[in-house]
C-alpha cells in the first residue's frame, strides 16, 4: 500500500464519525500523491504526512452563561491548533448548532493550505462553539461570549493563535470577545481580527471574502481566455461572503441574479437588489422571505434549488457541501462555465470531479476564499506598526493577493502534469510551503 493511502486509511480509522474531516483528508492528500511518490519512503520516515493530518492541539471546554429569563445554559467551545509551521495559528471562530471536532478539525486542516496560498506567515486552526446567536438578544450574545473568551484566553495571543469571525460570529461578537480578553490580560494586542474600526480593525476587512472571491474568478476566467464582465452568477448564501461577492461582481459588470438562506433562495432575473438585500440581512436579521416586499417581480422558493438557475458561474458561498453531485449536473446541463468557491468546501467530492470532467473551470475554496483570512493577516500587520491604512492600499493589496494565488495554483498545476487542475495546484503550492517549514523546523 502506498504512503498516502496508508494514510488515509490511518486518519479515518483514528477519527470515526468525522465525514466532513475525511473528505478534506481524501481531497487533499490524493492531490498530494504525486509530490509524495517523489520522494516516498524519505517522507514516510519522518512520518510527514501523520504530523501534518494529525492536529497539534485540540482543545474542548464547557461555556455555561445565563440566559435572560435567568436560566444556566450549557454549551461547548473548542479550538483547534492544526499547524504553525509557518505562523501563528491562524482561522475562524464558528457559532453554530452543527459545530462540532470533526468539522473544526476539517476547517481547520484547509486552514493550513489556504493561509500558506496568501503567502502571508499563518499557520491553519479553526474554533467554535455550538452555540446559535440567532434569536438570542444582544446581552445574551454577550454574556455567552465573554463566557467563551474566559476560557479560550488562555490558549491565544498574539503571536500564539489569532482568531477571527466565520459563520454566526460578526463584528458583534468579536467586539464582547475582544472586550473581555483585554479584561483578563491587560492587554492592547492583535488577538482577534475582524474587529471595529475603532479598535483597532482594518478597512474593507468586511468585504474581504467576497471581493477576494471574485478577484481570483476574474483572474482565473482571464487565464482561460474568459471576460467575466457581462456574464450572469447564482450565488448561494445571504452571509458576509455572499453579499459582498454579490457586490464585487456588480463592480466588475457581471450580472448576480440569486441568493439563499437556511429557508429558501431567491431568484431575481433583473439582478439582485443590493441595497434589498443588505437592509433585510445586515440591518433587520430577517429571512430572505422578505426580499419580495423591496421586488415584487422576483420569485421566492422554499428549500434548495439555486444551482437550477441557467447561469455563466456559479459562486457557492453558504456552507460546506451545499453542491452536490445532482447540482452539478444541473450547472453542466445549463451550460456554466465556472465554479468558483466561496465558501469552505461547497462542493462534495462528487461534485467537483463531475464538473472537472465536463471541463468546468473550477476554483476551489482554499484558493478562492482566501481574501478574508489574507486581510486577516494585514489588519495584523497594521495592529503590530500601529497603523490604519486606507480602503485602497488594503482592497489593492487584497486583489496582488488573489491574482497570485491564480497564478501559483496554476504553476503548481502545470509543474506536476496537471494542467488546469486547480484543486491539486491549491493543494500543491499550498503543501509545499509548509513542507518545507516542517522540514526544516525538525521533528516537531
Same mark, same amino acid.
Not at 446567536?133 to 474566559?150: A, N
Not at 492600499?393 to 493589496?397: L, Q
Given at each position: 500500500?502506498?504512503?498516502v493511502?496508508?494514510v488515509?486509511?490511518?486518519?479515518?480509522?483514528?477519527?470515526?464519525g468525522?465525514?466532513?474531516?475525511?473528505?478534506t483528508?481524501d481531497e487533499?492528500?490524493e492531490?498530494?500523491?504525486?509530490?509524495?511518490?517523489?520522494?516516498?519512503?524519505k517522507?514516510?520516515?519522518?512520518?510527514l504526512?501523520?504530523r501534518?493530518?494529525?492536529?497539534?492541539r485540540?482543545?474542548?471546554?464547557?461555556v455555561?452563561?445565563i440566559?435572560?429569563n435567568?436560566?444556566?445554559?450549557v454549551?461547548?467551545?473548542?479550538?483547534?491548533?492544526?499547524?504553525?509551521a509557518?505562523?501563528?495559528y491562524k482561522?475562524?471562530?464558528r457559532?453554530?448548532?452543527s459545530?462540532n471536532?470533526?468539522i473544526?478539525?476539517?476547517?481547520g486542516?484547509?486552514?493550513?493550505?489556504?493561509?500558506?496560498?496568501?503567502g502571508?506567515?499563518?499557520?491553519?486552526?479553526?474554533g467554535?462553539?455550538d452555540f446559535?446567536?440567532?434569536?438570542?438578544?444582544?446581552?445574551?450574545?454577550?454574556?455567552?461570549?465573554?463566557?467563551?473568551?474566559?476560557e479560550?484566553?488562555?490558549?491565544?495571543?498574539?503571536?500564539?493563535?489569532?482568531?477571527?469571525?466565520?459563520?454566526?460570529?460578526?463584528?458583534?461578537?468579536?467586539?464582547?470577545?475582544?472586550?473581555?480578553?483585554?479584561?483578563?490580560?491587560?492587554?492592547y494586542?492583535s488577538?482577534?481580527?475582524?474587529?471595529?474600526?475603532?479598535?483597532g480593525g482594518?478597512?474593507?476587512? +468586511?468585504q474581504?471574502?467576497?471581493y477576494? *472571491?471574485?478577484?481570483f /474568478?476574474?483572474?482565473? %476566467?482571464k !487565464?482561460?481566455?474568459?471576460?467575466i464582465?457581462?456574464k450572469?452568477?447564482?450565488?448561494?448564501g445571504?452571509?458576509?461572503?455572499?453579499?459582498?461577492?454579490?457586490?464585487?461582481?456588480y463592480q466588475?459588470?457581471?450580472?448576480p441574479?440569486?441568493c439563499?438562506?437556511?429557508?429558501?433562495?431567491?431568484?431575481?432575473p433583473e439582478?439582485?437588489d443590493l441595497?434589498a438585500?443588505?437592509?433585510?440581512k445586515?440591518v433587520?436579521?430577517a429571512?430572505?422571505?422578505?426580499y419580495?416586499?423591496?421586488r415584487?417581480n422576483?420569485?421566492?422558493?422554499?428549500?434548495?434549488g439555486?444551482? +437550477?438557475?441557467?447561469a455563466?458561474?456559479? *459562486?457557492?458561498?453558504? /456552507?460546506?457541501?451545499? %453542491?452536490? !453531485?445532482d447540482?452539478?449536473k444541473a450547472?453542466?446541463?445549463n451550460?456554466?462555465?465556472a465554479?468558483?468557491e466561496g465558501?469552505?468546501?461547497p462542493?462534495?467530492?462528487e461534485a467537483?470531479?463531475y464538473l472537472?470532467?465536463?471541463?468546468?473551470?473550477f476554483?476551489p475554496?482554499?484558493a478562492?476564499?482566501?481574501?478574508?483570512?489574507?486581510?486577516?493577516?494585514?489588519?495584523?500587520?497594521?495592529n503590530?506598526?500601529?497603523?490604519s491604512?486606507?480602503?485602497e492600499?488594503?482592497?489593492?493589496?487584497l486583489c496582488?493577493?488573489m491574482?497570485n494565488?491564480?497564478?501559483?495554483?496554476d504553476?503548481?498545476a502545470?509543474?506536476?502534469?496537471m494542467?488546469?487542475?486547480?484543486?491539486?495546484?491549491?493543494?500543491?503550492a499550498?503543501?509545499?510551503?509548509?513542507l518545507?517549514?516542517?522540514?526544516?523546523?525538525?521533528?516537531v
Open positions: 500500500m502506498s504512503y493511502d496508508e488515509i486509511a490511518r486518519v479515518k480509522e483514528k477519527n470515526p468525522q465525514p466532513e474531516f475525511h473528505q483528508i487533499v492528500l492531490s498530494l500523491r504525486p509530490v509524495i511518490e517523489r520522494d516516498e519512503e517522507y514516510r520516515k519522518m512520518a504526512l501523520e501534518l493530518t494529525e492536529p497539534e485540540q482543545i474542548k471546554f464547557r455555561p452563561w440566559d435572560d435567568g436560566q444556566v445554559q454549551n461547548c467551545g473548542y479550538r483547534v491548533q492544526f499547524n504553525s509557518i505562523g501563528p482561522g475562524g471562530l457559532f453554530h448548532p459545530v471536532i470533526g473544526l478539525k476539517f476547517l486542516f484547509e486552514q493550513i493550505f489556504k493561509n500558506s496560498l496568501t502571508l506567515p499563518i499557520g491553519g486552526g479553526k467554535g462553539s446559535d446567536p440567532k434569536g438570542k438578544s444582544d446581552m445574551e450574545v454577550m454574556r455567552f461570549c465573554q463566557s467563551f473568551m474566559t479560550l484566553f488562555r490558549h491565544v495571543g498574539a503571536d500564539t493563535d489569532v482568531p477571527a469571525g466565520d459563520i454566526g460570529v460578526g463584528g458583534r461578537e468579536i467586539g464582547y470577545m475582544y472586550g473581555q480578553y483585554k479584561r483578563l490580560t491587560n492587554k494586542e488577538v482577534l481580527t475582524g474587529k471595529g474600526l475603532s479598535y482594518s478597512l474593507a476587512r +468586511t474581504a471574502t467576497g477576494g *472571491l471574485l478577484y /474568478t476574474r483572474a482565473l %476566467l !487565464l482561460n481566455g474568459i471576460d464582465a457581462g450572469t452568477c447564482i450565488v448561494s445571504s452571509g458576509n461572503v455572499a453579499i459582498y461577492a454579490i457586490e464585487k461582481a466588475m459588470g457581471a450580472k441574479v440569486t439563499s438562506d437556511s429557508n429558501g433562495w431567491v431568484y431575481d439582478g439582485i441595497e438585500l443588505k437592509e433585510i445586515e433587520n436579521r429571512r430572505l422571505t422578505e419580495k416586499n423591496y415584487p422576483a420569485e421566492y422558493h422554499e428549500g434548495r439555486v444551482w +437550477t438557475v441557467k455563466d458561474i456559479a *459562486l457557492p458561498c453558504a /456552507t460546506q457541501n451545499e %453542491l452536490d !453531485l447540482d452539478a450547472l453542466v446541463a451550460g456554466v462555465i465554479v468558483c465558501a469552505n468546501m462542493s462534495t467530492l467537483t470531479k472537472q470532467g465536463n471541463k468546468v473551470v476554483g475554496a482554499k478562492a476564499n482566501a481574501g478574508g483570512v489574507a486581510t486577516s493577516a494585514l489588519e495584523m500587520s497594521q503590530a506598526e500601529r497603523l491604512w486606507t480602503f492600499e488594503v482592497d489593492e493589496k496582488g493577493i491574482e494565488i491564480v497564478a501559483n495554483i504553476a503548481a502545470k509543474e506536476y502534469g494542467d488546469g487542475d486547480y484543486v491539486a495546484g491549491a493543494n500543491i499550498g503543501f509545499k510551503k509548509v518545507d517549514a516542517m522540514e526544516a523546523q525538525g521533528i
